[in-house]
């Protein structure tokens, strides 16, 4: 036999007894007696305000989600059940916990873990039809219908729109186009405006975005462009408590900025509410930007489906209505001026609720003594 095939016969049969070694010694990563669905069992039948701490939601909460869940096409399968499928999805993006970890106190395999989560996580983004969605525009929400302060000025807005970062994980060679003003990277390009977003959102007809018919509007703060259907606050004006308080004969634009702002900060108070309650989203871990995204809407599905209940702890928001209290008297913030309308109808339409918002400040103004 020649010395080069004697060689590479002896490398063969070296790596035949190896890798048979190895799948005979080969050790269980979970060893331990008590098993995922034991921990499933102690939280549904244990105390309630833990369940709600691990699992950042009510029993009730979670049963009915996991009857959605159920309906939407997720089984039981050898090993797991359902309940215990959500749970691990839930202890994840509450938490921003690894999958690692994940599989140590669920007692399963890295790749059990990982493949259930991918799994409900597609299967929540598919209540997103359900659970995302536009406001009726044919009602006056609560807070304007129930306040003089709002109401009857305000009677037409229909919600208000922001934007917020979630820092995610892009590829090296795209971290610096999507890096933001912060210093992490989003999920667009990090110095994007929020007009642009919006106007990108309003132009792709995918997008399906729910513009307000007739005199409904949305509230946004002054990033973005005072348009039909959108109503902004003046520009180059302070706005803040203590100055609300000296109002003279030239406030009435700041009058308008004020209770523009305190009631547009519903939406701020929403996005730290989210945050707070799924810490995935204080920075998403290195999964494919794809699923980064569907863990992103995955959030905002379960966020609506327990703000759209009504066994939900509402204690988080009043202390989240206390601190935007404290927020607005914070003094100093000037808005900037007015962006260019990039088109001669957007011109038209930012000179009509140009003039919308002159007529709600002078009814406002000569009220103001009645609130």
């Known amino acids: 036999m020649d010395p080069d095939e004697e060689l590479a016969t002896i490398i063969l049969v070296m790596d035949y007894f190896y890798r048979k070694l190895r799948s005979t010694s080969r050790v269980p990563q979970q060893v331990s007696n008590f098993s995922g669905h034991n921990c499933m069992i102690d939280l549904l039948h244990g105390n309630d305000r833990r369940f709600v701490d691990i699992l950042r939601m009510p029993k009730s909460c979670f049963i009915r989600l996991c009857g959605l869940l159920q ?8 090993s797991l059940s359902i309940e215990e ?8 993006v509450g938490h921003g916990d690894s999958t690692r970890r994940s599989g140590y106190e669920w007692h399963h395999s890295t790749e059990t873990v990982s493949r259930h989560f991918n ?3 597609s299967r929540i983004v598919g209540l997103a039809p359900q659970l995302i969605g536009p406001p009726d525009f044919n009602n006056i929400p609560p807070l304007i219908a129930n306040n003089s302060r709002y ?3 305000f009677r037409d ?8 970062h979630i820092p995610c994980i892009v590829d090296a060679h795209l971290q610096l186009a999507y890096r933001n003003r912060k210093g992490y990277t989003t999920g667009w390009e990090g110095s994007v405006h929020d007009a642009r977003v919006l106007r990108e959102a309003m132009s792709d007809p995918a997008f399906s975005f729910p513009t307000p018919p007739g005199e409904k509007y949305f509230l946004l703060d002054a990033g973005y462009t005072n348009r039909r259907g959108f109503l902004s606050p003046y520009r180059n004006t302070n706005y803040h408590l203590r100055d609300r308080r000296r109002l003279g004969g030239d406030r009435k634009k700041e009058l308008f900025n004020y209770r523009h702002a305190s009631l547009r900060n519903a939406v701020e108070r929403t996005f730290r509410i989210w945050k707070s309650r799924f810490h995935i989203l204080r920075g998403v871990p290195h ?3 794809r699923t980064q995204r569907d863990i992103i809407i995955a959030c905002v599905v379960l966020h609506n489906f327990l703000m759209m209940s009504d066994d939900v702890d509402v ?14 008297d914070q003094g100093g913030d000037t808005i900037g001026q007015d962006a260019a309308p990039s088109t001669q109808q957007e011109e038209g339409h930012q000179t009509e609720m140009g003039r919308f918002r002159d007529t709600l400040t ?10």
Do not use: H, K
């Open 71 to 78: 309906q939407n096409g997720v089984r039981n399968t050898r």
């Open 85 to 92: 499928q959500v749970m691990m999805f839930l202890l994840v």
């Open 119 to 121: 799994n409900i996580c």
């Open 151 to 153: 109401f009857p000025y």
């Open 157 to 164: 807005c229909v919600g208000a729109i922001d934007g917020t």
């Open 287 to 289: 999964y494919p930007l």
């Open 315 to 328: 204690s988080v928001t009043a202390e989240e209505d206390a601190r935007d209290e404290d927020d607005m």
């Open 362 to 371: 002078e009814s406002m103004w000569a009220c103001r003594n009645q609130n």
